[in-house]
Structures are given as C-alpha cells and as structure tokens.
C-alpha cells in the first residue's frame, strides 16, 4: 500500500502506526482489527452518563489515534512492534471508563476512595465522579476485559493500562509507575507513548470532528454546557505541523475569546508536560514545541 | 470532490467523486445532514473514491453510528483495493457492513 502521500494535505502520516503494526506484527494487528469491532459498541455507552458531551465514541478514538500518528511523524518508525500495539490499543480504550455500567462503576469505585471524594464534594454527583476518574476506570475496566480484548500478555497489558490512565492526571515522570518494559521483541516505553497520547487527547477540540451527524447542541440547556460547546465550535480546526500545533479559531461571539484563549494556554502546559516527560523518560521526542492561536474573522 | 446523492425510497445512493480527506469529509458530513432525513438505508458507492484519510472513515463511521440509533443501516459497495485495505488495516471492515465482489 502506498503511504507516503500524493498532494499534501498532511496525508503522509495517515495511519502510519497501524501500517507498521501490520507489516511487523501481523498478529498483534488482527488483535486490534477483532477489538475495534467490540470497541465500536462498548465506547457508545458513555452517552448513558452524559449525554450532552460531545462526542466520546469510537470517533474521538480515531481521532486521537489519527493525531498520535500526527504527533510522532517519521518516529512511527522508531516505535516497536509492541509499542504500536500498545498505543493504537490505548487510542481506542483510555476512554472506555467514561461509559462504564452501573455494576462496574459499583464493584470499582471502593478502590478509588469514593467517600472521602464525596466528603469533600458534598455538591458532587455520580456522573462528575466518573468524568474526575474516568481514566483510572478506564484502567479497571481494561484489566478485567483483558481477554474479551485479546491482549495476549501481561507486560501487554500492563503497559495499556497505564498508558491509557496517562491520558490524564498520572504522573509520567515516576518511573516506577512508568517504566521501560524490555521484551524480546523489542522495548515498550511506556511514559513517552502515555505523553503522545494525553497530548492528542487533549488537542481533539476542533469542530469538524464532532460531527453534525451525530450531535444536536439544541439539547444544551445549561450555560456552562453551551458555553463550553461555543469554545469547541469556534475552534474550527487543529492542525498539527512537524514543530507546532496551530488551532484555527473563529469565535462564534466575541465574549468566548477568553474562555478560548484560557483553553489553548491549557493545552500549551500540557505540551510542555509532555514535552518534558518524553523528553525525560525515553531516548524519543514530541517535537512540536508550541501551540499557535490563529483567530480568523468571521467574514473569512 | 463532487457528490451525488439519489434516493429511492428510503434508500439514500451516496457517491462521492475523488478523495475523501481532512479537507473534504467535513463538506460530505455537513451535506449528509438534511439528505438523511427519514431514510433507513444509506449506501456509499466509493467506486470513484481513490483516497479515504482517517477523517473520510471518520464519516463513514458516524454515518453508521446513526442509522444504527434509527434502526436502519449503512453499506459500503464498489470499494477498490485501496479503501480495502485502508478498512482492513484499521479495522473497520468487520466493524462496518461492506459489500465486497468478490
């Protein structure tokens, strides 16, 4: 198949990860290619919790995956077998706690210090519990479906769990929770393929991939929820380039620029987090070193 | 990237012409919208699609997506050998229902 693109458009980069996955790894990739099919029902679920977020489906997992893939370039092929395994499966999962079940959610959350979070969040509710530490279900969700997955080992697993709780909040830097996991068959670094992945989490806000298909912001009745899904639809786009992010903005009205703007300089720390993990932790780089905020006029 | 869409009935013919990537598939997304209004089938005819990107599956998943909610379907037909094995390598080709010739 040809990868290396035609016309630009930053197209030399698509599927980078699962073409190298297969070619090295057949059978780790027919494991992936069985999975999405599961995946593809499992991830619908968190419309159950919440219902007016925009889209956690399999699609923000493609996309995710589809910035990974932007993210890492040419280092794709640095990456080991294993280590593609790894990611592309985190893509897919690091999510999958945000559509937890009732019964899970119940069995789960006594590991989690559920009544001290509730004793300090008397305000709180169920569906913010899970949103706080949707990543450490995500985790609890992964090892106990691990055969329902077809993750084939241990290390495998280990290293999927970790990475897709290193979406959010875990600390990437802590070697012990972070290691590098030596096989036969090559290294899994599991702090810098965590670091790829919450930056590309992150940078999913673009407009056109919450598709009108599927989303009616209609149904928004709470300030904070409109207003939150102004901020997303003024961002059009978010395009990643070899040494810098760019978000393409065009405010749907002008009193959202600051909550724009507070968002950007987020995902600007969190570049710089991730930056310095991977930099840290592994012998590999992300290399693009800003985030740049292009507001265009409305007219345009 | 042109598209065409016909219906019979309440079955939506979608065939798009060229490449569907970053650039193209949020227009094929936003004329999908009012197309689909009352249709229980949706079938994408990619005989003369001769490039799909993550953000042209994207599309195609979400166009699934919705009429799974509508109890309805979505069926890829006339795929060539590259969007085969772009279904292939992602996984999708179990995932969604693609007619193949062979």
Redesign the interface.
């Known amino acids: ?2 990868s290396k ?2 016309n630009g ?3 030399e980069n ?2 980078l990860l ?2 190298r996955l ?1 070619a090295e790894a057949p059978e780790l ?1 027919r494991r ?6 599961v995946l ?1 029902q499992a991830l ?1 679920s968190y419309a159950a919790w919440f219902p007016s977020f925009t889209d956690h ?3 923000h997992s ?2 995710v ?2 910035f990974c ?1 932007r993210i890492l370039g040419d280092q794709a092929e640095k990456l080991s077998p294993r280590e593609c395994y790894v990611l592309i499966m985190s893509c897919y999962l690091h999510d999958i706690g945000m559509g937890i079940s009732e019964k899970d959610y119940l069995s789960f959350r006594d590991q989690l210090d559920w009544t001290g979070w509730f004793a300090d969040h008397p305000e709180g509710d169920e569906t913010w519990f899970i949103r706080e530490f949707h990543h450490e279900f995500s985790g609890l969700l992964i090892r106990k479906y691990a055969a329902l997955f077809e993750i084939p080992d241990e290390d495998l697993l280990f290293a999927i769990v970790q990475v897709s709780r290193g979406h959010r909040k875990t600390d990437l830097f802590d070697a012990g929770a972070y290691p590098d996991l030596q096989a036969r068959d090559g290294v899994v670094r599991t702090a810098f393929l965590g670091a790829v992945l919450r930056l590309a989490d992150e940078i999913d806000m673009g407009a ?2 919450n ?4 989303f009616d912001p209609s149904g928004l009745t709470e300030q904070r929820d409109i207003d939150s899904f102004g901020v997303h639809e003024s961002i059009r ?1 978010v395009e990643v380039r070899e040494n810098r992010i760019v978000f393409h903005v065009r405010p749907k009205e002008p009193r959202l620029i600051p909550q724009i703007e507070h968002t950007v300089e987020k995902i600007r720390q969190t570049l710089e987090y991730c930056r310095a993990a991977a930099t840290a932790r592994s012998d590999l780089r992300i290399p693009q070193e800003k985030v740049v905020l292009e507001i265009m006029n409305t007219e345009e | 990237m042109t598209i065409d869409f016909a219906k019979d009935g309440t079955t939506l013919n979608v065939r798009p012409d060229g490449s569907l ?3 193209t598939a ?1 227009e094929l ?2 004329r ?2 009012p197309q ?1 209004e009352g249709i229980s089938e949706v079938i994408f005819d990619l005989e003369k699609v001769d ?1 799909v ?3 042209g ?3 195609l ?3 699934d ?2 009429m799974e909610k509508r109890k309805g379907c979505m069926k890829i037909i006339h795929a060539g050998p ?1 969007i085969l ?2 279904l ?8 969604l229902t693609v007619v193949r010739e062979d």
Do not use: W
């Open positions: 198949m040809e693109e035609r458009s930053g197209r698509d599927f699962e073409l297969r990739h992936v290619a069985d999975c999405v099919t593809k619908k489906s399999a699609l493609m996309d995956l589809e893939n056109d991939r598709p009108e298909l599927l786009t | 990537d970053s650039v949020p997304d936003k999908l919208v689909i490039y990107s993550s953000s599956l994207r599309v998943v979400a166009t997506q919705v590259y094995e772009v292939d390598m992602t996984g999708l080709m179990n995932a």
